[in-house]
């Protein structure tokens, strides 16, 4: 009787440091992946070359055009199958001395970028709502031949409205203010951990402006 107790107890310790012992190996794996990567030349970079504000059929719209280059550890996570979320906010306030400046506009976009290793086509899904895993049916899906076909459509918005006329203020002034970024937030837990710490997923640019008041008139 207490060898087979004993038997018991001895499979159910193996089977726990076996569960374990996997789920170590997994992290770790995960870990090496990114600390090879950012062993490579960190050459992720943003750079916004253009922000220009235009007014349009009652509207403010803007025009934005970024100089965006992934390096190989994102190129990388990205081929292994890990899909990889961009955003872009860009808002309008109104300032007030005598409070906190008020929000009259505001929009945003989100970017996932995803290898389809069956393909060997990248796919793009664009949204004006955050993108998660299970919420792809409401965003906008496009596959390119090639990762700078993608990234191309990520570099630039154009004819972006951004607030009505009407929400504008010609007596008071008023600032455009524009980011873009790579959302950390949204990589798998171990991957936020790790990329955290590697300026090749530090990807984000940002950028004010005070409207002319032909703008706002």
């Not at 349009?56 to 803007?62: E, Q, R, V, Y």
């Not at 990762?147 to 010609?170: G, Y």
């Amino acid at each position: 009787m207490h060898w087979v107790n004993m038997t018991v107890f001895i499979t159910h310790c193996w089977r726990k440091v076996g569960i374990e012992l996997g789920a170590w190996l997994a992290r770790a794996l995960v870990m090496a992946l990114l600390c090879l990567g950012g062993a490579w030349a960190q050459t992720s970079s943003v750079e916004l070359t253009e922000l220009m504000p235009v007014r349009k059929d009652n509207a403010l719209m803007i025009n934005a055009q970024l100089k965006l280059e992934l390096g190989p550890a994102v190129e990388d996570a990205l081929v292994k199958g890990l899909a990889v979320h961009f955003v872009v906010v860009a808002e309008v306030f109104r300032e007030r001395w005598y409070w906190t400046d008020k929000k009259t506009g505001a929009v945003s976009r989100y970017y996932r970028l995803a290898f389809q290793p069956l393909t060997r086509r990248w796919r793009l899904n664009v949204s004006s709502e955050p993108i998660s895993a299970t919420g792809l049916a409401g965003s906008i899906s496009q596959n390119f031949e090639t990762l700078a076909e993608a990234l191309s459509v990520i570099r630039r918005q154009s004819a972006w409205k951004i607030a009505d006329a009407q929400n504008l203020d010609p007596d008071a002034r008023q600032r455009l203010r524009y980011e873009f970024k790579l959302d950390v937030s949204q990589l798998p837990r171990p991957f936020q951990i790790a990329a955290g710490n590697q300026a090749d997923w530090n990807l984000q640019v940002s950028k004010t402006l005070l409207l002319s008041e032909e703008l706002v008139r």
